[in-house]
């Protein structure tokens, strides 16, 4: 069965670095999303992507985040300066196969813990 | 915007029911989702119902909505430890609102007692 891939599992990061999260949505997908889940809290929304562009972002996704997808296969989510308070699970999501209608559910890839010192 | 609450914890023996309860504000034709996370893990998309249905069966689980009250449940029959997890409903933007960015509640953690 397609699965969403994220990688890094895990990157340990200083304060201010770069980072680059990776993710392989479903192939045949359209849209693709990244949320956070900060230890403990709720999955928050950051952005979404469609038709190789921003669709929508929430508050959260700031000036020091970017989304990209380099390729036909890839989406990444760069974080410019991370910060201490950018700690948390990263999640990466993909919804509606090409010529779907209905729920478009989306499904998660396992998620990047990302921990800044 | 949307707005999704949950009660926290949730604990039951083995072998009885569980039901997990939701909460959720918009009013505006959506859908809405349940989601499993155990220890370490991603989330896993478990069923979903649209907002003008009134129940969903899929194998052991049992989705009720309530729409006139906005109250979301799940039913999870013979609860077996390894349903032991991190439950969490999830709204959907209403249809033609934007890019279908799901909106969490901080989800429900249920413990199954062997």
């Known amino acids: 069965e397609p699965e969403v891939t994220q990688t890094p599992s895990h990157q340990v990061t200083q304060m201010g670095q770069e980072v680059i999260l990776r993710c392989v949505p479903i192939?045949?997908?359209?849209?693709f999303y990244w949320y956070r889940q900060i230890l403990g809290q709720k999955v928050e929304f950051l952005v979404s992507?469609?038709?190789?562009?921003?669709?929508?972002k929430s508050e959260i996704f700031d000036d020091q985040f970017s989304v990209e997808r380099p390729d036909g296969s890839n989406f990444t989510l760069k974080i410019r300066s991370t910060k201490l308070e950018d700690s948390a699970m990263y999640f990466c999501?993909?919804?509606?196969?090409?010529?779907?209608?209905?729920?478009?559910?989306?499904?998660f890839g396992p998620g990047t813990r990302l921990t800044v010192t | 915007g949307e707005d999704v609450e949950q009660s926290l914890f949730l604990s039951v023996r083995e072998g009885d029911s569980s039901v997990i309860n939701c909460t959720y504000t918009?009013?505006?034709?959506?859908?809405l989702y349940w989601y499993k996370q155990e220890p370490g893990a991603g989330l896993q998309l478990l069923t979903y119902?649209?907002?003008?249905?009134d129940m969903k069966q899929d194998q052991r689980l049992t989705v009720l909505l309530n729409k006139k009250d906005k109250h979301l449940s799940l039913r999870i029959a013979d609860t077996q430890t390894g349903d032991s997890a991190i439950y969490f409903c999830?709204?959907?933007?209403?249809?033609?609102?934007?890019?279908?960015?799901?909106?969490f509640g901080k989800g429900t953690k249920l413990s199954v007692i062997p």
């Open positions: 999501a993909s919804s509606t196969p090409i010529g779907a209608r209905g729920p478009y559910e989306q499904y």
């Open positions: 192939s045949n997908h359209l849209y």
């Open positions: 992507f469609y038709n190789n562009e921003i669709s929508e």
């Open positions: 918009d009013s505006s034709s959506t859908y």
């Open positions: 119902i649209f907002s003008n249905m």
């Open positions: 999830a709204e959907r933007d209403p249809l033609g609102a934007g890019s279908y960015q799901l909106t």
